[in-house]
T-cell receptor, first 112, second 114 residues
């Protein structure tokens, strides 16, 4: 059983489209995160939810909207996709700061 | 805000040689420190972590790291590199005051030569 699963694994879409990435964790963790990894492998946090409540919202265009229907799920919806949104998006979950995160395998988004 | 600096974006080692990856951090409070490994087209996997207590921590795959508060460092080592160690390695610090946000260094790509 995959601990943190993301779908889809690959996403190729045209500029201007709207797309969603789904994430689910079966670890019972209270906190979930979205990270963006750019082409230089740099990882930057986008959002964090703790038990369905938004607790971290970094400087991200408002075209990106996270939604957490319950503490096991955190989805990412992106409106009006732009070329610069092409990246790998990672979902992660954690039970506390000292535990670190468990990451999903990533979603590679390519905007053409 | 906390920050993490990894010296060297690429490291090349021979199989059987020492692997040394450098990480320095800035933090106003005692941090939690982590090393993650990313294999091609995969997610990040926790190698080891320092929270409290013993400053030399051992992780998976023969890696270890030493927390040195005076040097604000958390360097990662492995005595003998194996071909399977070729990957991207990330050092990270947890900001307890900011929702346990993990801030990552820029990563170091390790190439292992036969």
């Amino acid at each position: 059983d995959t601990a943190v699963s993301q779908t889809p694994k690959y996403l190729v879409t045209q500029m201007g489209n709207d797309k969603s990435i789904k994430c689910e964790q079966n670890l019972g963790h209270d906190t979930m995160y979205w990270y963006k990894q750019d082409s230089k492998k740099f990882l930057k946090i986008m959002f964090s939810y703790n038990n369905k409540e938004l607790i971290i919202n970094e400087t991200v265009p408002n075209r990106f909207s996270p939604k957490s229907p319950d503490k096991a799920h955190l989805n990412l919806h992106i409106n009006s996709l732009e070329l610069g949104d092409s990246a790998v998006y990672f979902c992660a979950s954690s039970q506390g700061g000292s535990d670190g995160y468990t990451f999903g395998s990533g979603t590679r988004l390519t905007v053409v | 805000a906390q920050s993490v600096t990894q010296l060297g974006s690429h490291v090349s080692v021979s199989e059987g040689a020492l692997v040394l990856l450098r990480c320095n951090y800035s933090s106003s409070v005692p941090p939690y420190l982590f090393w993650y490994v990313q294999y091609p087209n995969q997610g990040l996997q926790l190698l080891l972590k320092y929270t409290t207590g013993a400053t030399l921590v051992k992780g998976i795959n023969g890696f270890e790291a030493e927390f040195k508060k005076s040097e604000t460092s958390f360097h990662l080592t492995k005595p003998s590199a194996h071909m399977s160690d070729a990957a991207e390695y990330f050092c990270a610090v947890s900001e307890r005051a900011a929702g346990n946000k993990l801030t990552f260094g820029g990563g170091t790509r390790v190439l292992v030569k036969p």
